[in-house]
Nanobody, 114 residues
Framework: VQLVESGGGLVQPGGSLRLSCKAS????????MGWYRQVPDNGGRELVA????????QYGDFVNGRFIISRDGAKNTVNLEMNNLEPGDTGVYYC????????WGQGTQVNVYW
């Protein structure tokens, strides 16, 4: 499975960004897809949001209603709409795909600064 990420960049606090991830190659009928992130000084990757092929959604505790994950099953694409971004959201965001194996994207940088 190959994952191609898009989106990310620089935004001011309170702004919005949209991340997208498209999966291709050997896609199973059942999978979980979503985003994790690694923020500075916080060790490993933490859950941002995931969505299953039955539209079960899970968000990280820090999201607090600010982010919305959605998917286009026909295109094997997951989108993450991030609103009201804070400086603490700065980090590298990784697309994640899991069926009987797990796959990671290369990561896309999100910077939230004045």
């Amino acid at each position: 499975v190959q994952l191609v990420e898009s989106g990310g960049g620089l935004v001011q606090p309170g702004g919005s960004l949209r991340l997208s991830c498209k999966a291709s190659g050997g896609i199973s009928l059942v999978y979980v897809m979503g985003w994790y992130r690694q923020v500075p000084d916080n060790g490993g990757r933490e859950l941002v949001a995931t969505i299953t092929t039955t539209d079960v959604i899970q968000y990280g505790d820090f999201v607090n209603g600010r982010f919305i994950i959605s998917r286009d099953g026909a295109k094997n694409t997951v989108n993450l709409e991030m609103n009201n971004l804070e400086p603490g959201d700065t980090g590298v965001y990784y697309c994640h795909f899991r069926n009987w194996r797990e796959y990671w994207g290369q990561g896309t940088q999100v910077n939230v600064y004045w």
